[in-house]
């Protein structure tokens, strides 16, 4: 049987401290396209007892495990060991946590020039807010992110934690560790990766800010072309209380919508862009698509170019035959799952797999860091 060749980034380690969020959204990522991730976890957290939990066990995928108790100095002996054999680190906690538990920067680089270590937060390592408290809703309220999100007239509407804790913060975090790692094979010199969830979110809205600045945005939520301001391009309800989507940007797709719909005359290219028709025209495209159910529009725009979908739920989108074909979700471990993202010509990413090997695991990591044997025993007794 031909052997499949192997991840992208198979031959790197990186060691991952438990934790929520966009620390262990890297981490998967980085695992899922064949880095050897280490994931150290603290005993009655995040640890013990979690990996095969649904709602959790897809962020904390294709890892080997170790619980240490880090108030433990010999504990923290065997981490120093375990990095020392690593190419990167990612770790998520509140600026100077690390560095109390002797596991900053300075120890761990002195240790180990090349490593890559990884920090993400939401504020950033530094500022005046660096100390607060916060979650994901609130650092992309102050990059100007959430206020840009919702309904004309409404309040701004959170989109669930993906800007900040996903997007802007573990997706952030894997390109800069993985620079950060380039960089040191060029240099043989590692360096520290801040993310942060405030600049990580207002990356995100490059574009955005720039039509700001060519005067094509306007201040006020729901009143511009990608935000549900204009009547071709939003979510429309059925007549059986389902959704569509329609992204009827360009001018022939535009006028395929009209055309469909059977409002060509009020469809008028050279008016496409005229915000003052704006809600007048949702309101005509709303009683449309609200007289006939969702199947009746996916039939009607089927085969035809306009940018058209239905909205689908957890339960819909997973028999879409468009999802089967391309194998989007994952269900072997049980529950439904993404598979991992990109894909490669030459390379392979890794199938979700779920540990439960925990001491197993950390007996065969703390040995190869080559920790004493009696630490062992100890450590993986306590």
């Not at 013990?48 to 995928?61: D, E, F, K, V, Y």
């Not at 006939?292 to 689908?312: M, N, Q, S, T």
Request: net charge negative; with cysteine.
């Amino acid at each position: 049987m031909t052997e499949k060749p192997a991840g992208p980034l198979a031959g790197l380690r990186i060691v991952e401290f438990a934790g929520i969020g966009p620390g262990p959204f890297c981490g998967m990522m980085l695992a899922d396209h064949g880095a050897d991730v280490i994931r150290i976890a603290r005993p009655l957290g995040v640890g013990r007892g979690l990996r095969l939990n649904p709602a959790t066990a897809p962020l904390q995928r294709s890892r080997s495990n170790i619980m240490l108790d880090l108030k433990d100095p010999d504990a923290i002996a065997a981490v120093r060991a375990i990095v020392k054999t690593a190419d990167g680190l990612i770790e998520g906690f509140r600026p100077g946590v690390m560095e109390r538990l002797g596991l900053g920067p300075e120890e761990l680089l002195a240790d180990n020039s090349r490593l890559v270590y990884g920090r993400v937060t939401g504020w950033g390592q530094d500022g005046p807010w660096a100390d607060n408290a916060g979650h994901d809703i609130n650092y992309i309220a102050i990059s100007g992110t959430l206020n840009a999100i919702g309904e004309r007239g409404g309040k701004p509407l959170a989109p669930l934690n993906l800007a900040g804790d996903y997007g802007g913060g573990g997706m952030l975090l894997a390109f800069g560790m993985l620079a950060g790692l380039l960089s040191a094979q060029r240099t043989g010199r590692g360096q520290v990766v801040d993310a942060s969830m405030v600049e990580g979110s207002a990356l995100l809205m490059t574009a955005i800010w720039g039509l700001r600045a060519a005067g094509t945005w306007g201040p006020e939520r729901g009143t511009n072309q990608f935000d549900g301001g204009a009547h071709y391009y939003d979510t429309y309800r059925t007549a059986d209380g389902k959704y569509i989507s329609l992204g009827a940007i360009e001018p022939q797709f535009y006028a395929a919508l009209g055309r469909i719909l059977g409002l060509e005359e009020d469809f008028a290219l050279e008016q496409q862009n005229d915000r003052a028709l704006w809600p007048a025209l949702k309101e005509k495209v709303a009683e449309k698509i609200a007289s006939h159910p969702r199947v009746h529009w996916d039939k009607a725009f089927e085969g035809i170019d306009v940018c058209y979908a239905p909205v689908l739920d957890f339960e819909e989108a997973l028999t879409h035959p468009h999802i089967l074909a391309r194998q989007v979700f994952n269900t072997d471990c049980g529950f439904a799952q993404p598979n991992p993202a990109p894909r490669y010509s030459q390379s392979e990413t890794v199938s979700p797999k779920i540990s439960e090997e925990g001491a197993k695991e950390g007996r065969s990591i703390l040995e190869e860091a080559g920790v004493d044997h009696a630490l062992i025993d100890r450590l993986m007794t306590d």
